[in-house]
């Protein structure tokens, strides 16, 4: 029987290293210590900031301090329990870390109200004229910006302090599907039982044998509906919070609330809504060339990952070369940075073990290392992601090392070009490299459920969440029946009549995702990442290096020191257009005509 691991049987030199955080959980404690004395101090602070710039300047300096603390602290305890959610110290360090980030924010939150209070001109005058306070410019002006919805000190107090408690519904969500989720084995047309985990479901659903492919898709999706009305609970309180938050801060709606404090105008969702759902003939005709290739008289969702040649065999090692020599166009420094991470510093926790969590994230805090957390399967998917997280890791890097700790915090919707890209370059490297038949149908497979994911999920999730808050907003019940009905259609839309949609698995994939749907809008940006990263992407592979410098300097660099869609344009790429998602659309629709020409499918 094909099995997992435990994690006492992972080698050390696969295992991320939190000891370069801290030295030990000793010293981890210290920490925490000393975090409680600087919130304590934060309160001398409350009624003075209209005293001036040095006042204003003491305190952001400790807020700083605090934040950064809180980060490390955080990072480490997160670090023992996503690799072990079964681990119950683990658990409560992680417990302890959440606490102590809402009383931190909470502490602080006086801050805000009191420096809005001293009026937008003064702070700016301030900021132009006082060398202190110069860094914190742009602060000021999102601040500025973000003016009619912050609260009163007091308001803002207990909205810090809810943090914790409304964090509960996503932790539950998390627990069930990560640690107490039970599934059945899968087994090959052989007669061979293979275990499905978190951390394998990836490679079954791509494995060559039908049966084993379907056991494994049916046994996980029925896993999760084993307990989703549980998880509907847990994702309609989520919704609801989201709700209860924007109105707190008066949004007119949870979509809002999302992008507005991140100066993301709501023309950008709705525009990649629309994109997206034009151009789902694409997707159809994607399905069609599939099943024609696997020779199969229905596709079912199952098979939409089936592999059509022999599949890529990448071991991490050859990986970590791969990746490094296809993101040299970005200069010996990066990928120098990157080999060092990889090979020495143990930035990554690669292969699955038991009860280690689902998905693969990028972590870290200003004063640490970045960190990966994937399970690695030896094939050319578990490339790709090690090479988007990667990017996600790079781009913290740069924007650590070159900025104050106020900007280090760049936002999802950047966040995710920055991992897309590493992925078309190191796609691009891999398909000027590995020339032979197979091999470039295995580049396009792995191209393709690149965005199957972040092209075809993403935005179906986006879709979705969109619809369950704005029933939320109108006092509609949510339900798993509800739920899954329209999951099921949105899915059945996308799918069209090329795949045989199982309605109450293919229903059930929200609660598949037990942390995307409880960030309240954070899934539209895969899309709009991906869109970004190739449009950035394409002038680097023509060979201009000019780009590769901007792209580094005036994106990698920039961090949070400008609004997000500024940053993008400093760097080549203006997402509040649609075109860079038509262009990635067409993208996607050349590798379907050259997948079409390799194997010989029809997608007329």
């Not at 930035?347 to 994937?374: E, L, Q």
Request: charged fraction near 20%; include cysteine.
């Amino acid at each position: 029987m094909q099995t997992v691991r435990e994690r006492s049987e992972i080698p050390e030199q696969y295992k991320w290293d939190p000891f370069s955080i801290f030295p030990s959980q000793a010293a981890w404690e210290a920490a925490i210590d000393e975090v409680n004395t600087l919130i304590a101090r934060a309160a001398q602070f409350r009624g003075r900031l209209h005293e001036g710039p040095p006042v204003i300047a003491d305190f952001l300096g400790l807020s700083e301090t605090i934040m950064r603390n809180v980060g490390q602290i955080t990072v480490f305890a997160t670090m023992f329990y996503t690799v072990d959610t079964n681990d119950r110290e683990a658990s409560a360090m992680r417990d302890r870390a959440i606490g102590l980030q809402a009383r931190a924010s909470a502490a602080l939150a006086f801050g805000e109200p009191e420096l809005l209070a001293i009026g937008a001109d003064q702070l700016l005058t301030w900021a132009d004229q006082d060398e202190y306070l110069a860094t914190y410019r742009h602060y000021f002006e999102r601040l500025i910006a973000r003016a009619p919805h912050v609260r009163s000190a007091e308001v803002e107090e207990l909205l810090g302090q809810v943090r914790d408690p409304f964090a509960a519904a996503s932790a539950v969500h998390g627990v069930l599907a990560n640690a107490e989720l039970r599934f059945p084995l899968a087994y090959d047309s052989n007669g061979e039982a293979y275990e499905i985990t978190q951390g394998t479901i990836n490679a079954l659903i791509t494995h060559p044998d039908r049966t084993l492919r379907k056991q494994a898709w049916e046994g996980y999706a029925d896993a999760h509906i084993a307990v989703e009305n549980t998880m509907a609970q847990c994702l309609a309180t989520g919704v609801k919070q989201n709700v209860f938050l924007a109105r707190a801060r008066r949004y007119a709606s949870a979509l809002e609330a999302a992008l507005k404090p991140n100066f993301i105008p709501l023309e950008v969702f709705h525009n990649l809504i629309a994109t997206f759902e034009r151009h789902l003939p694409i997707w159809h005709r994607y399905w069609r060339v599939r099943r024609a290739a696997l020779g199969v008289d229905e596709l079912h969702v199952y098979d939409t990952k089936a592999p059509l040649a022999t599949p890529l065999i990448v071991p991490y090692e050859r990986a970590v070369d791969w990746i490094c020599a296809g993101m040299a166009p970005l200069g010996n420094e990066y990928v120098q940075i990157m080999r060092r991470g990889l090979r020495e510093q143990r930035w990554v926790d690669v292969y699955p073990n038991r009860g280690k969590r689902a998905g693969a994230f990028s972590t870290g805090a200003p004063g640490t290392h970045p960190f990966i957390m994937m399970s690695y399967n030896d094939d050319i998917f578990s490339l790709s992601t090690l090479a988007h997280e990667l990017g996600h890791s790079m781009h913290s890097y740069y924007t650590r090392r070159t900025q104050p700790v106020i900007y280090t915090n760049y936002g999802l919707f950047l966040a995710e070009v920055a991992s897309n890209f590493n992925q078309a370059l190191v796609r691009a490297y891999l398909f000027q490299t590995l020339t032979d038949r197979n091999a470039q149908i295995g580049l396009i497979e792995e191209a393709m459920a690149n965005f199957h994911r972040y092209f075809f999920i993403m935005p179906t999730l986006a879709r979705f969440e969109l619809a369950i808050h704005q029933r939320a907003e109108r006092g509609q019940p949510l339900t798993a029946t509800i739920f899954n009905e329209l999951m099921a259609d949105l899915f059945a839309e996308g799918y069209g009549s090329e795949v045989v949609v199982d309605r109450a698995r293919v229903g059930n994939t929200w609660a598949q995702f037990s942390t995307h749907l409880y960030a309240n809008f954070y899934v539209y940006q895969y899309a709009t990442g991906i869109a970004g990263a190739h449009a950035l992407a394409a002038p680097i592979l023509a060979g201009n290096a000019d780009a590769a410098d901007r792209y580094i300097n005036e994106f990698l660099k920039a961090g949070g020191s400008r609004f997000p869609l500024d940053t993008l344009r400093q760097a080549g790429v203006d997402l509040t257009s649609p075109e860079p998602v038509e262009q990635t659309f067409a993208v996607m629709a050349s590798y379907i005509d050259r997948l079409e020409q390799l194997v010989g499918g029809s997608g007329s």
